[in-house]
């Protein structure tokens, strides 16, 4: 069955990087578009971009766009997302979650993982 | 200050028909299809509704969406105390090139 399997929480200073992994089970990996989202600790969703994982292509929200990279590798059917510079308001869940083929809407999440940014 | 906004909170009791509102612009709701997701806390959203007022497979008819304008809702029939949760709307924005969600409501089944 599909499962969108996360990389495990994190804890990092303000500055630095982290990076979130996404593993994908149960279908073609390059055939559906990966999206992440986050969500804020008591706060609403937030896209931050997708990767089409056949092409390596990437469109990424305007205000992560410098800060943000979307990456794949289809060896091992897993998404990565890098958010550099990391401050206190990036404390967060982050979510991978996949795009239906026949519309754009988000039918399969992972777990989420957990990135705490504290000094 | 999500682009989309929906009212913090709605209720109702069991057997209840409730709806949540979300409203936006022309460059999103105006223009785009809109989409519902429902968030039980601590867990990943599930989608509800694509495409203004179709059901994925698997979400019961009880469910529907609705879009007029620039505005959007969400109705719940027959309330069940497994529907208290957090909803969100969400379109693509032209403007921005992005996908927005709205703030949340959060369903309370008294």
């Known amino acids: 069955q599909v499962q969108l399997v996360q990389s495990g929480a994190e804890v990092k200073k303000p500055g630095a990087s982290v990076t979130v992994s996404c593993k994908a089970f149960g279908f073609t990996f390059t055939a559906y578009h990966m999206h992440w989202v986050r969500q804020a600790p008591g706060q609403g969703l937030e896209w931050m971009g997708r990767i089409n994982p056949g092409s390596g292509g990437t469109n990424y929200a305007q205000k992560f766009q410098g800060r943000v990279t979307m990456t794949r590798d289809t060896s091992i059917t897993t998404a990565f997302m890098e958010l550099s510079g990391l401050t206190s308001d990036d404390t967060a869940v982050y979510y991978c979650?996949?795009?239906?083929?026949?519309?754009?809407?988000?039918?399969?999440w992972g777990q989420g993982t957990l990135v705490t940014v504290s000094s | 200050q999500s682009v989309l906004t929906q009212s913090p909170s709605a209720s109702g009791t069991p057997g209840q028909r409730v709806s949540i509102s979300c409203s936006g612009s022309s460059s999103n709701i105006g223009r785009n299809y809109v989409y519902w997701y429902q968030q039980v806390p601590g867990t990943a959203p599930k989608a509800l509704i694509f495409k203004n007022n179709q059901r994925p497979s698997g979400v019961p008819d009880r469910l529907s969406g609705s879009k007029s304008g620039t505005s959007a809702s969400l109705a719940i029939s027959g309330l069940r105390s497994e529907d208290e949760a957090d909803y969100y709307c969400?379109?693509?924005?032209?403007?921005?090139?992005?996908?927005?969600f709205g703030g949340g409501t959060k369903l309370t089944v008294l």
């Open positions: 979650a996949r795009e239906w083929s026949a519309d754009p809407y988000f039918d399969y």
């Open positions: 969400a379109a693509w924005d032209d403007s921005l090139s992005g996908w927005v």
